[in-house]
T-cell receptor, first 112, second 114 residues
């Protein structure tokens, strides 16, 4: 089945690192994504990782993938107040068509 | 490119009325997705199209919901009759359709059914 779960809320202080976790169930997922949603806006892609990779780093963002446990995480280094948003992980399923199943979203609150 | 364009941005309607949400995908994208976002259920995939053909509509909640994509540049999501529990933000997204391609989201339509 297709199910993606995340913790609902995370609060950190400005300058600290944030780690947002995600678990998924479909082992056939080929790509996994992190999207960011700011208030009143649509979702924007932050980064993605191919399922045969363990880690991907992109500036302040580090994605870790444990395929055995079907666990994905997003680490944001030096978290800023502008990082406050809802973060969604998503898995890509379905052969040639990029069907995206999203997690429940994690609200990241950055305290100054 | 202007991105994915949805209209209207906000819609308030009375229970029982027909509601039509519209989406213009990014030119050249051949996959289009309709999502619904609520506090209780998060972001749900309702239906997606590839090359204007509905591929998976298993997320459409009821027969009251229908979606069409008459051509590559336009899609509609219709609710008839609408009910208060349909109140949500409805997002349209498009992508190039192959694996590992970014899905670009519209700004969403906030629907309130009273």
């Amino acid at each position: 089945g297709e199910d993606v779960e995340q913790s609902l809320f995370l609060s950190v202080r400005e300058g600290d690192s944030s780690v947002i976790n995600c678990t998924y169930t479909d082992s056939s997922s080929t790509y996994l994504y992190w999207y960011k949603q700011e208030p009143g806006a649509g979702l924007q892609l932050l980064t993605y990782i191919f399922s045969n990779m363990d880690m991907k780093q992109d500036q302040r963002l580090t994605v870790l993938l444990n395929k055995k446990d079907k666990h994905l995480s997003l680490r944001i280094a030096d978290t800023q107040t502008g990082d406050s948003a809802i973060y969604f992980c998503a898995e890509s399923i379905g052969g040639a068509t990029n069907k995206l199943i999203f997690g429940t979203g994690t609200l990241l609150a950055v305290q100054p | 490119d202007a991105g994915v364009i949805q209209s209207p941005r906000h819609e308030v309607t009375e229970m029982g009325q027909e509601v039509t949400l519209r989406c213009k995908p990014i030119s050249g994208h051949n996959s289009l997705f309709w999502y619904r976002q609520t506090m209780m259920r998060g972001l749900e995939l309702l239906i997606y199209f590839n090359n204007n053909v509905p591929i998976d509509d298993s997320g459409m909640p009821e027969d009251r919901f229908s979606a069409k994509m008459p051509n590559a540049s336009f899609s509609t999501l219709k609710i008839q009759p609408s009910e208060p529990r349909d109140s949500a933000v409805y997002f349209c997204a498009s992508s190039r359709g192959a694996q590992n391609t970014e899905a670009f989201f519209g700004q969403g339509t906030r629907l309130t059914v009273v």
